[in-house]
């Protein structure tokens, strides 16, 4: 009953957090043997979504997995509200037990290491409906302004587990994915990857005919970029051209806006090619890169971006948001996912600043390449005002929770700082290229990303990462400048995490320069100069600043 009582509940103590976590969610966070014991190498979903009842009716998914311990029991995600009704295994039903959104699959004999076998698992149910996607996600059930269905899904955080049985843990992604979806006809269903056929079928069960359409995804795919969308579609295309090499360009529209989209996406061509040159060769390559057009604001569906910023500049038409330029926030921040996310996925959702803290960086450089030096910073500058320095970014392990909203601009202006730090934007270019390059189609700690930084930079970086990510605070260069005569004084130090000592740019009269504070008192003679000319340079950094009388 003890271990029991211990394995119930969990307390974590990371910097910034305080908070109590159950069983329910380390089961869903946490990498037990159940899980490690197979690796999943293909998912083969099939779906029929049944519009009116709202509910995903005879259903099935066949995972295919190669076993990396013996066994004879694992773990397998689906949400309560979904019912699983048969598992098949080599000619048997197997059994299997519930404990909240999770089912232990138990196999007749033991499984081998090295054994590459498949379960189907069959399910139905009715999936939890978004209340404010794609933040509070689930099955998003609309209609279009001619009275249409219009139907998506966005599932970050809350678990593909919510809507098809899977292994939910952001560490296994499958090596290639085929969905196959049916809907009541005439609609069309997109999903992610590239189609490959669609039919037309009649259903008894539903007494109606459905649009059936196959598609498959030719890379990793992390599962809550897995994604179906369903309505009016009309679909056109265009051609990237890199290197000699052509990328497909697809677009998935509501009927009534095909000749407002094919205008609006012709931003695409031009930040593809800036994030190439930042980020290399967009890594979805064979299944191609598309927009799909959403009733929720957006999301990095990979293969398959779901866009719903009604074609509108900034973030929804808040120009204020992307420092008064003129480009779509939606598109640019959830193609940058492609690269920072997608391509590149965490382990834990505690990580998810390596995915959002880069792609919104990716932003900015977009905004570097477009505009330029000079527009950049004024663009990173304007995140400012969405660092709220609340809690930790990283947050806690193992329990599928993650951190501070900061985790999007607070780690961008961390990026911009370190860019500063390095001091040599060739290298820093390079490290941020050859980042995509080392990660490409893996999943990843934090921890592995600051290692590779320390190493490729030639500095530790280390406490700096710490300060930014484990702690919510910003540290504070606190500064007085004592006058004799002509002659200032500059006293300085940081109020920060022990052992911080980040060098700063500061400007006396037309002189920049570098200072070396760390947390105790240091002075330094500024010289003859008027004390009014003192200043930081704050553009290139993300700090508090107390000048102390």
């Known amino acids: 009953m003890r271990l029991f009582c211990l394995s119930l509940i969990i307390l974590f103590c990371l910097p910034g957090y305080s908070q109590i976590f159950s069983r329910q969610d380390s089961l869903r966070g946490n990498l037990t043997s159940l899980r490690t014991c197979y690796d999943v190498t293909f998912y083969d979903l099939f779906l029929i979504i049944d519009i009116n009842e709202r509910a995903i009716e005879r259903s099935h998914n066949t995972i295919h997995f190669t076993a990396t311990e013996d066994f004879k029991k694992i773990q397998i995600d689906l949400a309560q509200n979904m019912e699983l009704m048969v598992v098949e295994f080599e000619g048997e ?19 081998k290491k090295g054994e590459k076998l498949k379960i189907k698992l069959w399910y139905g149910g009715y999936p939890i409906e978004a209340v404010n996607p794609p933040w509070d996600g689930g099955f998003s059930w609309e209609k279009d302004k001619n009275g249409k269905d219009w139907i998506g899904v966005s599932c970050q955080g809350l678990g593909a587990s919510s809507w098809w049985p899977c292994k939910d843990h952001q560490s296994d992604e499958p090596d290639s994915m085929r969905i196959v979806c049916a809907a009541k006809y005439p609609n069309k269903i997109i999903a ?35 994604s179906i969308n369903i309505g009016d579609y009309v679909h056109f295309s265009d051609v990237y051209v890199s290197d000699k090499d052509s990328l497909d360009l697809s677009y998935y529209v509501l009927s009534y806006n095909e000749e407002k989209a094919r205008k609006h996406f012709l931003q695409v061509k031009p930040m593809m090619q800036c994030f190439e040159k930042y980020f290399g060769k967009y890594p979805f390559w064979e299944d191609g890169f598309a927009l799909v057009e959403t009733p929720y604001l957006g999301m990095e569906h990979q293969s398959g971006i779901a866009y ?51 792609c919104t960086y990716s932003e900015v450089l977009y905004v570097e390449c477009m505009y330029g030096y000079q527009k950049m910073l004024e663009y990173v500058n304007n995140q400012k005002r969405s ?26 202006l961390m990026l911009h700082t370190l860019r500063t730090l390095i001091e040599d ?15 490409e189609y893996q999943t990843i700690d934090g921890q592995e990303v600051i290692d590779y930084i320390n190493e490729r930079s030639g500095k530790d970086f280390s406490v700096f990462f710490n300060q930014f990510l484990e702690n919510k605070d910003l540290p504070e260069f ?10 200032i004084t500059l006293m300085y130090r940081w109020e920060a995490i022990a052992e911080f000592n980040m060098p700063i740019l500061v400007n006396a009269g037309k002189d920049s320069f570098w200072i070396y504070p760390n947390t105790n008192w240091k002075e ?26």
């Not at 059936?212 to 030719?218: G, L, N």
């Not at 910023?309 to 480009?327: C, E, K, Q, S, V």
């Not at 709220?388 to 601009?409: C, E, F, L, T, W």
């Open 93 to 111: 039903h197997l059994k299997f037990e519930e404990e909240f959104d999770v089912r232990f699959i138990h196999f007749p004999r033991k499984i």
């Open 425 to 439: 934007d060739e290298l820093w270019f390079e490290i941020l290229f050859d980042l995509t390059k080392n990660f």
């Open 192 to 226: 992610n990857g590239n189609l490959r056929k669609d039919t037309t079928i009649w259903s008894d069960y539903l007494n109606c005919w459905l649009n059936q359409s196959e598609w498959f995804v030719s890379y990793p795919i992390n599962n809550y970029d897995v």
């Open 478 to 487: 606190q500064y007085k400048l004592m006058k004799q005569g002509r002659d």
């Open 308 to 358: 719903g910023n009604n074609y509108l500049p900034g973030y929804h038409g808040n120009t204020r948001f992307i420092a008064g330029l003129d480009f779509d926030y939606i598109i640019v921040h959830e193609s940058g996912h492609e690269w920072w996310g997608n391509s590149i996925t965490t382990n834990d959702i505690a990580d998810m600043w390596v995915q959002e803290g880069f």
């Open 524 to 549: 330094q003679s500024l010289g003859k100069m008027d004390i009014d000319d003192f200043s930081v340079e704050e553009d290139l950094f993300l700090i508090d600043i107390k000048k102390i009388k």
């Open 387 to 412: 660092v709220r320095n609340d809690k930790a970014i990283i947050g806690p392990y193992h329990v599928n929770k993650r951190g501070s909203g900061d985790m999007y601009q607070k780690a961008s």
